[in-house]
């Protein structure tokens, strides 16, 4: 019997996915090698204790001891948020019976499809981009032609007006509204064309503390207009590859994004971090958060909750961002502010490991 239970454990510690055993008491019997890595704790620490008090998430996520007090078994279920240390988990369960059908406990398999998630992600997101980007640039051109020829013939029909005196004093009014609003178009063409060159081209070493520092010293008069008390955490060597003044674009969009919704007096946050092979660049504010609805289609091309918006800023930043090889992320509850994550691969020079 002794023998079986190594060659069970030799098993088990084998296996590539984490493996968690309770009792019919719902207390933890077993965790594998791979589950000490993924779940952050050893079998030493938790052996004996109850399922829940191990690992603390909703009841209703609690997938292995649901088994066990139901008999109902999961499939590649996955969890509302990321799990430990915010991966992204799936989870089989399976009710564990003798020979005579009594119930000796249950057993959790998760797996982590974090790396597998970002990819189809990062996938179907270039593609998306793509898409968008050759419909951008088709757009761009067509409209921008005929702007140049209006713009033109208006501009001369206002100096007509004001050299002869003309008394009507709203063709004067409506070539103002009518240049205001082509002004507009202009802006709204610039964007389209932005949507189709993503692909940064002057790429350099930058220095995200510096970057952070001058978008502060733009956005300094709106901070103090709005009474706003602005943060920067700078960590040291907060270097990346890349290209100036797109990144310039993002951060100024992402802050003048939270300006935008937070009351006066309220705080926002500018974050740099390093770990190993990564930058992290975050914009935290305590505003009223972002609507679940709203959270989905963040980065959707064209979607806007702002009166008169195009909905083309994020998506832009989102694919600045990706240009860089990086992601950028949000993380929001309503009521709880909001955190947009840049991550980019951090700078190293040539010779260093």
């Not at 190594?6 to 008491?25: E, G, P, R, W, Y």
Request: aromatic share 6%.
């Amino acid at each position: 019997m002794g023998n079986e239970k190594k060659l069970f454990k030799t098993v088990l510690d084998s296996m590539n996915s984490a493996v968690v055993i309770i009792d019919s008491q719902g207390c933890i019997s077993y965790l594998n090698r791979v589950g000490e890595e993924l779940l952050g704790v050893s079998f030493a620490e938790i052996k004996g204790a109850y399922y829940s008090d191990a690992f603390p998430m909703p009841p209703e996520e609690r997938f292995t001891l649901i088994t066990l007090q139901t008999g109902r078994e999961f499939k590649d279920i996955g969890y509302k948020k990321r799990r430990f240390n915010n991966r992204k988990i799936i989870t089989d369960t399976l009710l564990l019976r003798d020979n005579n059908g009594n119930v000796l406990g249950a057993a959790g398999i998760f797996k982590d499809i974090t790396v597998f998630h970002e990819m189809e992600y990062q996938l179907r997101e270039g593609a998306k981009l793509s898409l968008m980007g050759e419909m951008a640039a088709g757009m761009a051109h067509e409209i921008r032609n005929p702007l140049a020829s209006i713009k033109g013939y208006l501009q001369f029909m206002e100096q007509k007006a004001q050299n002869q005196n003309l008394s009507g004093q709203n063709i004067m009014d409506y070539c103002s509204i009518m240049k205001d609003e082509l002004e507009r178009l202009n802006n709204l063409t610039n964007d389209f064309l932005q949507l189709a060159r993503l692909n940064p081209k002057n790429m350099e070493p930058l220095d995200l503390n510096k970057l952070v520092e001058s978008i502060a010293a733009v956005v300094s008069h709106r901070v103090c207009q709005k009474g706003i008390r602005l943060q920067l955490d700078c960590c040291k060597n907060a270097w990346v590859s890349g290209e100036e003044a797109s990144l310039k674009q993002v951060l100024i969009n992402l802050i003048n994004n939270a300006i935008d919704v937070l009351p006066p007096e309220g705080e926002l946050k500018v974050i740099t971090k390093i770990d190993r092979d990564r930058a992290y660049l975050q914009v935290v504010d305590n505003g009223p958060g972002i609507l679940p609805g709203v959270l989905e289609n963040i980065f959707t091309p064209f979607y806007s909750t702002k009166e008169g918006g195009t909905g083309l800023g994020l998506a832009i930043s989102q694919g600045i961002v990706h240009g860089h090889k990086g992601k950028i992320e949000v993380e929001s509850e309503q009521g709880q502010g909001a955190r947009f994550i840049i991550s980019l691969p951090a700078y190293q020079a040539e010779g260093e490991n």
